[in-house]
């Protein structure tokens, strides 16, 4: 045993603080900035939504959110974010279908169009976040800044504190990045401990959430009815629905491939971008207006009365979600796929609930979103984060983890809901 000891190598050295503290600043700033830009692009979304869904459908008569309404807001956000995309230096970015969180480095022309299209699709209604070109654009600045700036250091270091500081500045707490970071991290190899390498990340995370939190007052908790002490019933439910929550994110997955390609066959954006508007108005009018937009109010809404619609009417909103959000990512608007995935697993644990009455709200929410998030990001760490903070409840964090675990067998090493550049799924 002495023996196999003195063999294995020495464990790298820990950072000296004298060499962590000169990036506590440019991290700070970093942080600072990402919060900024993304509460930018909401803020200037919500004013154009209230006019859109609100000023405009009353002066004119029509109902807010009456069928006729939604399918030509829909229909008109195709067109106009397909005007951006064909016309507007850069086309908005690459295929959003090919992006997940993890972005790449775009050429600074490509910014402005693509926060443009982000704007007009948070306003429009389809179904998705604003996090992947948030990110992206964030990475971006970041980057650019950075290689002007301090053009010494690594251009990886600033993709990860852009990322870090977004993530932070979105979940509106510091934590999600860390957990996405660590995750990320696992599979390299790191020289010294993990918290060395987290560090300046976690400052720019931090200074991302903070300046949200002061700024903008995000909350995440549903106040949903409280969850006591865990029972057996309990944990026989958060693995149920853990699991059909992740069967339900597969089914997704599997279609995703199939849909693009089916969009794609019109070849012009100016065609699969109103004709993807099209689609989403007519799953708007089976699903009702709370399947619209990327959904956070929209789950509030469900949330504060657990009782107020029927299993049927929940399922309903359940599944034209889980369409709309395949068909928004597909059909070419910019935007992300977790705020819709939590409206989606929200209203299936609802479903849940109202199926069976002993089923508990916050367990079918929690484990809901957890099994669709599993199957849609992958990211196993964030969707644990982001289950448990809707709930507020630390007596489910046991189930939840629990539950992650059959729903993870359904769905690791299968095809995930992001795209190659031929088309195929990543694996």
Known sequence: MAQDTAQ????????????????ILPALAIGVLASLLLLLVEGAAEQLQ?????NLPDAL??????????????TMTGVLVGLVVWKVPGHAGPDPATMGLDA??????????????TALMLAGGPSLGPENPIIAVNVAVVFWLGHRFRPQAPGAVWVMLAEAATIGALFGTPVAAALLISEALAGRQTKGPLWDSVFTPLVAAAAGSMTTTLVAHPSFDMHLPPFGQPGWDDLLAAM??????????????????YVHGAFARLRHPMLILPAGGVVLGLLAALGGHLTLFKGLD???ELAAD????????FATMTVVKMAALVVAATSGFRGGRIFPAVFVGSALGLTAHALVSDVHPAVGVATGVLGVLLAITRQGWV???????????????????IASLPAWLLVTGRPQMQLRADGTSVR
């Open 50 to 54: 209230h006019v859109l869904w609100q």
């Open 61 to 74: 008569g029509v109902g807010r959110y009456s069928v006729l309404w939604m399918m030509v807001m829909l």
């Open 383 to 401: 969707s644990l984060f982001v289950a448990a903070v809707l709930v507020s409840s630390p007596s489910i964090i046991a189930l939840l983890c």
């Open 8 to 23: 294995q190598p020495p464990s790298a050295p820990a950072t000296p603080a004298r060499a962590l503290l000169p990036s």
């Open 306 to 313: 657990p009782d107020g619609w029927t299993a049927g009417q």
């Open 298 to 300: 929209e789950v509030a």
């Open 104 to 117: 790449r480095v775009l050429p600074p022309v490509v910014l402005p169009g693509l926060l443009v299209a």
């Open 240 to 257: 149920v629905v853990a699991s059909v929550g992740a069967l339900l994110g597969m089914c997704g997955v599997y279609v995703f491939p």
